[in-house]
T-cell receptor
């Protein structure tokens, strides 16, 4: 079974440009999450999709960030325009539909996309 | 607001030494607790988790963690580390039945020398 994949693995852009990150979750996983780690700091939650719907977007930093999950499969995270402070590693994770008996389920992480804004 | 504190940012050990990484969380309600590990060049993977039941949880590769509710702690332990345990370790929590989002600590970088 293929794991969570992310593209690209690295992206270097200039301030003001646009970048789109892609995440392909594990097949059949309804839940998809985006997280970000700024250098030296903790991994921070950005948002959570259940299928194509945004369940929780409380972690999105500002309106320069736009996440979509058309058709409930892969997801994209667009940063427009990018700023210096957007540099970091963007992780995607996915999990199955939570069984009724469990309060949550294991999230499987992708390798991350390292974004550098110059 | 929930938060997770990992006290050790960088730990250096020799092989066969014992390991304990501290993790404390701040949240008034019931939580699920996790330890994730990121080996060099690899993605984050789950080491172990606690949802309920026995507070001593055993994970992969000989790791274990103990949930002490009164101390809001979930420390990670391994009696004898190996060079292959060199990695970054992350403690995470989520508020049970409230949200699926994980709140992570800042991570602990472990280096094990042969």
């Amino acid at each position: 079974e293929a794991g969570v994949t992310q593209f690209p693995s690295h992206s270097v852009i200039e301030k003001g440009q646009t970048v789109t990150l892609r995440c392909d979750p594990i097949s059949g996983h309804d839940n998809l999450y985006w997280y970000r780690r700024v250098m030296g700091k903790e991994i921070k939650f950005l948002l959570h999709f259940v299928k194509e719907s945004k369940q929780d977007e409380s972690g999105m930093p500002n309106n320069r960030f736009l996440a979509e999950r058309t058709g409930g499969t892969y997801s994209t995270l667009k940063v427009q325009p990018a700023e210096l402070e957007d540099s970091g590693v963007y992780f995607c994770a996915s999990s199955q539909e939570r069984p009724a008996s469990l309060s949550t389920d294991e999230q499987f992480f992708g390798p991350g996309t390292r974004l550098t804004v110059l | 607001a929930q938060s997770v504190s990992q006290h050790n940012h960088h730990v250096i050990l020799s092989e066969a030494a014992s390991l304990e990484l501290g993790c404390n969380y701040s949240y008034g309600g019931t939580v699920n607790l996790f330890w994730y590990v990121q080996y060099p060049g690899q993605h984050l993977q789950l080491l172990l988790k606690y949802f309920s039941g026995d507070p001593l949880v055993k994970g992969i590769k000989g790791f274990e963690a103990e949930f002490i509710k009164s101390k809001f702690s979930f420390n990670l332990r391994k009696p004898s580390v190996q060079w292959s345990d060199t990695a970054e370790y992350f403690c995470a929590v989520n508020a049970r039945w409230n949200t699926d989002k994980l709140i992570f600590g800042t991570g602990t970088r472990l280096q094990v020398f042969p």
